[in-house]
Structures are given as C-alpha cells and as structure tokens.
C-alpha cells in the first residue's frame, strides 16, 4: 500500500480498532506517530556504558531511534500493554518463609511466547479492518529493535520515570509492552503532558514530583541520575543478562532475589492504583515463588528443565540459576546451606564453583578453609581461585 495516500484513520474508525485489538487480550491500545524518538538518549546511554555488555543495545542504537529503518515507511507505531499485576493476595506471599524472590514478571510462562498469539491475531486485525498486507506491518514483544518505553510515552499510554521504567496512571509499574510497527497512519493519541526534551521526548519523572524512593531504595546504587540505569550496577542486568561472574561488591545487595529485582517498581506510589489483570495473553505460574532455596541449590538439569520449561527462566539456564542461589544462599546467614555449597564449589562449571565458594566463606567463616580443602586441592580457574583468595566476601 502507499500510506502517503491513505487519510490517518481517526474518530470511530480508530476507536473501533482499538476495542478490536482490546478484545484480543490487550489491556492498552495506543497509537503513537512514526517519528524519529530517543536515538539521541540512547547513544549517550550506551556511550556511557552503562548497557554493560549487552552488545545488542549497542549494534541497535539508529533503528530503536527511527523506526522507518525497522520498517520503510512506517507511519504507525501501535503500543499494546498487557496487565501482569498478580493482586495483593498472591503478591503477599513473596518471600514468606525465607523464600528466594522472583522478579513479578517471571512468574508466568514466557510472556514473549504467549503474548505473540495476540500479536499474530492483531495482525490478522490489521489485515481485514484496514487492508493491510502481511509485509506492511511488523510486531515485536520486547524483543526487537524498537523503543517501547519511548512509544508508549508519547501515545499517552504512560510516562518515564525516575526508575527509567512506563509508569501508568492505571496499571502502576506492571505492564508488559508491545508493539506494532505499520505503514498506516492513525490519529495518534496525545501524551499525558507536553513537556518535552530536545530530543522531543518526555523527560523522566514527568508525574514523579519530588519523590526519589525508586532512586533511594536500590539495592546497588545503580542510577546515577533520575531516569538511568547503569545495567553495570542492577541486579536485573547481574542476575539474568551477566553470564558471568557477578561483582563481588554488589553480591550483598543482591540479598534473596533469585532472579531479577523489583524494588524500584515496587516502591512507586503510582502502584496504588493498580488493578489486578485480565491476563488472557499470561499463564501465571505462581508455583514458582514456592520453590525453596535448597530446591535450587539442587537442581539437576533434568529438574530445571522439568519445573522452569516454557518460562523467562530458561534463558538464564541452570548454571545461571545454581550461581544466583549460591548469592542468596550466602547473604542468609544459614550455616543450614554449607553443605549443598560445598558440593557445588566442586561443581563441573567454573561460574558456579566461584559463587558457591564466596557462599561458603562468607557463611563458615574461619571453617572454610577446612570446609573447602578438598575443592581448592583440584581448582585451577583463576576466577574460582581469585574468591578463594579474597580478602573480603
């Protein structure tokens, strides 16, 4: 189609196809502008640093800043939101009994797989209401080159925070984002306040006001200023995207989560407004946060794949998962967790090894050495070696 010459759908029409694209599971439909949007921020971003060794971020920097390179004459970006707040009654249970934290989100199977089927019928839409062919459109579920955040600021869906994350006024912290790139122009949606950057983007905090608790409550100091996050410092980027070593500094901070961190979604007051989800497009998976920690430290690869198959979990796959546990299993303060650690400082792989014997010092103290004889005796990693000789755990 030639989108030159097609008039912006707007009025009725565009209200209809909101509700059409509603009724597949989407608990937001907005429409935002195709125009060039935080290309700039970006590459300060990642010039910075701070997208730490996601090399992705990096190679993606011109097509997440002008969507025309994702899509040639792209004129529409269609940003949909998917609910994943569990309620206050499940979310109650987080880490009851001294049980490792889960970020939200993952306790679901992946939302990548179960949201497509609501992308591939949202095409289908887009097809039989406006004429559409199949390559006049493109959809991506957090996963392609695309600034969903960025998009969902301007079509009003929500606006950045101090915590670099979508805060909406209806669902607080807790959407899950996709998006729709499409050669048809529609009305767009207006944003929540025009006070726009030189970069013509909103800039973080906009409904924030004074409050830094987001900024405050890190774990890891990981913003050095309001709406940034240096990846080098989170405990989302260490705990799932590092796979290696984690800084023995921030090991701390980690404290019981087990994968991914919350806190700086948790704690914004936005979040009173929060609804529980539809969640047509989720398949929750609640039985997770039930895992104890001694369940993970001895995990199998059989088991890992039988209890964490179909979830965001399985990216990180079980070496990433025994490392996480050992860090938590050591900030616990229980000795109860020396036993399965010393088995895993002898562990086939050099990652896991590394953090279970950190667990096992800060834990056992002056009985480590003995605790750990044997291990050290057959350790040539120089990683694993260099936690043996720390001098501070």
């Known amino acids: 189609m030639n989108p030159a010459a097609v008039a912006p759908l707007a009025g009725a029409a565009r209200e209809s196809l909101r509700e059409k694209l509603r009724a597949l599971g989407f608990d937001e439909v907005r429409f935002a502008r195709a125009e060039p949007a935080g290309g700039a921020a970006l590459r300060e971003w990642c010039d910075a640093g ?10 993606t920097v011109e097509k997440r800043g002008a969507v025309d390179l994702v ?3 792209a004129r529409t970006v269609i940003v949909l939101g998917v609910n994943y707040w569990p309620g206050k009654a499940h979310d109650a249970k987080r880490g009851q009994a001294g ?6 989100y993952v306790l679901h199977e992946d939302y990548h797989d179960t949201m497509k089927s609501g992308l591939i019928a949202a095409g289908r839409v887009l097809e039989e209401v406006l004429g ?6 493109r959809y991506y579920v957090d996963t392609g080159p695309v600034l969903e955040r960025g998009w969902a600021a301007r079509a009003g869906l ?3 925070g101090k915590n670099g994350m979508l805060i909406s006024r209806q669902h607080g912290n807790w959407l899950f984002l996709a998006s729709v790139v499409a050669r048809v122009p529609i009305v ?4 929540l306040r025009h006070a726009p950057t030189e970069s013509g983007d909103e800039a973080a905090g906009l409904l924030c006001g004074k409050c830094t608790r987001c900024l405050t409550a890190c774990p890891t100091n990981a913003f050095p200023e309001p709406g940034v996050v240096d990846a080098r410092r989170c405990i989302s980027y260490q705990t799932i995207e590092n796979k290696g070593v984690i800084p023995r500094e ?5 404290g019981d989560r087990v994968y991914g961190c919350d806190v700086c979604l948790e704690v914004c007051p936005w979040n009173r407004f929060a609804q529980e989800g539809r969640r047509l497009l989720l398949a929750t998976r609640h039985e997770l946060a039930e895992l104890t920690l001694g369940e993970l430290l001895a995990l199998t690869p059989a088991r890992f794949a039988e209890v964490f198959r179909r ?3 399985k990216r990180l796959k079980l070496t990433g998962l025994l490392r996480n546990a050992c860090v938590v299993a050591g900030n616990s303060g229980e000795r109860a967790w020396l036993p399965p650690l010393v088995s895993l400082a002898a562990h086939d792989v050099p990652v896991v090894r590394a953090h279970a014997v950190w667990a096992v010092r800060k834990l056992a103290g002056g009985e480590a050495t003995e605790l750990l004889a044997a291990a050290r005796a057959q350790e040539t990693d120089p990683h694993v070696l260099a936690e043996y000789d720390a001098a501070h755990v």
């Open 71 to 73: 899509l040639a004459e």
């Open 158 to 160: 929500g606006f950045r």
């Open 188 to 191: 767009p949606d207006e944003p």
């Open 311 to 313: 979830t965001a979990v």
């Open 132 to 137: 559409l062919g199949a390559t006049d459109y």
């Open 50 to 59: 701070n997208h730490a060794d996601m090399a992705w971020m990096e190679r």
């Open 99 to 104: 049980a490792p934290v889960w970020a939200r």
């Open 250 to 254: 921030l090991r701390a901070g980690i």
